[in-house]
Each structure stands twice: as structure tokens, then as C-alpha cells.
């Protein structure tokens, strides 16, 4: 009989653990370091309950990757216990990649996505438990013989969504982002080694891609959390402009590393290492060191304005800023500060965020029709969900 051990989980109540290889990657100081990760970057400083961790989240997609696995092989689909082990650890091991603050700081602390970061780190791990997790990288890649196992992990109605949305709308407390998640798991199917939803869970689907839709304008676009990592962002260009200058700004360690090597012609072990070692916590006392720097106005305003909440005006639109309105903001902030127009720059921020609910060029959610036939959801007739992508434009600066 197997062991297990056994985590109590807001959401989903007990989460079951196999001893063995499963407890040893938990255990490992890469998966650890996920509770030092915040799940959503800024958003506490809206939603101060979302205090959550990658950690949280990879234990609730592990969980949920369970019950689909069970449900997929109830329904027929032929698994062995090395295929469930595999598709259990690619979830298991899918954040490993993400950086302090996750998507806020991304492909700007090394120019990678996380994902690719991700790869490389689960290849380590492979040579480090002598090729154990062989079947979890290729179903992370998307290399494995059964699509599904992938689709599992990474897709349009994948487990790793259905924990983030559940786990952020309850500790946001915006209940737009609630999902039937137990219904969509027990309304999967495979068809020719494809994930498949049956016809009977598209209202729950429906619903699912609405929340998803929902909490990107409600939580991880809020205008107040973009303009917070906008700022954050910027401080993080501010710092690496001075330290490859030739300054010595006081901040942890291995974040001027990072910032002082060009890690694109680096050795990737040799950033990584440093890349490893960086969590919230080194971000936030680099905010608090350098909220004291006299050296430079622009690093330290930032880093004040950020710790304090003192946080930029942002104004979000559907046409791009006006050039007239940004020379005005940049003007207006020169004149009261005393800054050079390039110095302006890194306090008047303007950009682009997008949103789109549903894709329609790729991985395609594939409906699995009472009478057998599989269309993919955008043939399905009377759909409520648009696959247009929503473009709003940010311009964010000091308030008088």
C-alpha cells in the first residue's frame, strides 16, 4: 500500500502527496524556493489578501492533474504508472522558472521566458535524480506521443489554469473568477490522443473562459497593480543603466550579477545560479537599500514610492496615448523635479497591455459532440466567448 503524505489546502481541502519521488522533488530547494515567490507580482498592494505563493499553486495544479488523470483513465484512456508519475511532476514542476515578483519582472532580469528558464531547470534535476524525470520534460515540451499528458499541463483548458483562477479569485476575494472546476475535470475525454471536452461541460467551459476573461481586467491588469509593476519595472532599468556605468548601487548580491553580466553570451549555469538564488525577499530589501541611496534620486524615489504605496497616476485608454500628452507629462515632470528629459523617461511610463479569452490560430479547445464528432469550440453554434484580443494603452507617471 502507498504512502502519502497528506497538505491541507484552502481550496481544495486535503492534497495527497505519494512518498518517494514525489516527496524528494517537493523537498527539493528548487521547488522550495516557490514560497518565496508571489503568485501575483503587485496585485497585493489592490488585493492585500493575495499574499499566495507559486508554491500554493503548483500543489493546487498537482492536485487537480490527480483527479483528470483519474477521471481520463476511467473513461478508457490507457496510462501507466509512469506516464501518470510524469504528467504529476510536469505540473508539479512547471513554475520553476518564474522570477521574484513572477510575470512582473519577466525577461527583464535574464532574456528568457520563464518557461524556457523552466525547461532548463527540469533538465538539471534530470541528471540529478539519474533520469527520473525523462517522461515529465517531454511531456513538458510537448514531445510526448500522447498530446493530451501536454494539453494537461499547457493549453486553453489546462489544470494549471483551473488552479490559478480558483486560488487568485479566492484570495483576491473577487468572486468573478470562481470556476466549476471539479465539473470541466469530470467532462474530460480523450479522442485520437487529444484532450477533449464532452458536450454536456460547455456551459462550464463557457463559464471558465469568461472568468479567465474577467480576472485579467479585474485583477491582473488592474490598472493600480500594472502601475505598480511599471514602476517596479522601471527601477529595475534605472539599476542596471548605473551598474553597467560603472555604478555600485546597495542592493543584494546576485541582482547586480544579474544585471551586470550581458547573460545572453554568458554560460547559463553561471546566471542561473544567481538567478536561483533570487526571490521576493532579495527584491524587497534591494527596494529598501536603495530607497536610502543618495546617489542617484530617480532609484530611490522609486524604490520610496513603491514600498510606501505611493504609487504612480495611471491612465488606461483604448487608443495610444497622445504624443502631445506624453511631451506634457514628461515636460511637467522635468520642471518639477529638475530632471533631464532621458531621467524623465524612466518616470513617465507608457505602453500596451492585451487580453485575449480565447485563441483561435492554436491549441484550439476541441468539443467532443454527443454523436462523436470532435469540432474544435470556435465551430461550436451559439458560443458566448470572443476570440478578439482586447488592446488598452497605459501612460502612468507622478501625481502633482
Known sequence: MKSYKIINDPIYGFITVPRGLFLEILDHPMVQRLRRISQLGCSPLVYPGAVHTRFHHVMGAFHLMQKALSVLESKGSELSEEEKEGACLAILLHDLGHGPFSHALEGHLLPFSHEKITKILIQNLDEEFEGKLGIALQI?????????????????????????????????????????????????????????????????LEKFLTARKLMYWQVYLHKTAVAAEKMLLSWIKRLKYLIQGGAKPPICPHLFTLLNTRTEESNPQIWLDDYLQLDDINVLYSLKV???????????????????????????????????????RLTEVMSDLNLTREEAKYLVLEGQESNTAYRIQRDEILILKKDGQVIPYSDFPNQLVSSGQVVKYYLSYPKK
Not at 140 to 165: I, T, W
Not at 295 to 310: M, V
Open 290 to 328: 536603495s530607497s536610502r541611496w543618495k546617489e542617484d534620486f530617480i532609484t530611490s524615489e522609486l524604490a520610496s514610492r513603491i514600498l510606501n504605496r505611493n504609487l504612480f497616476k495611471i491612465e488606461l485608454t483604448d487608443l495610444p496615448s497622445n504624443p502631445d500628452l506624453i511631451e506634457s
Open 140 to 204: 513538458f515540451e510537448g514531445r510526448y506521443h500522447k498530446p493530451f499528458l501536454n494539453q494537461l499541463v499547457a493549453s486553453q483548458l489546462d489544470v494549471d489554469r483551473m488552479d490559478y483562477l480558483s486560488r487568485d479569485s479566492f484570495y483576491t476575494g473577487v468572486a468573478e473568477g470562481v470556476i466549476s472546476y471539479d465539473r470541466i475535470i469530470l467532462m474530460m475525454n480523450t479522442s485520437q490522443q487529444q484532450l477533449v471536452l464532452e458536450e454536456k461541460g460547455i456551459y462550464s
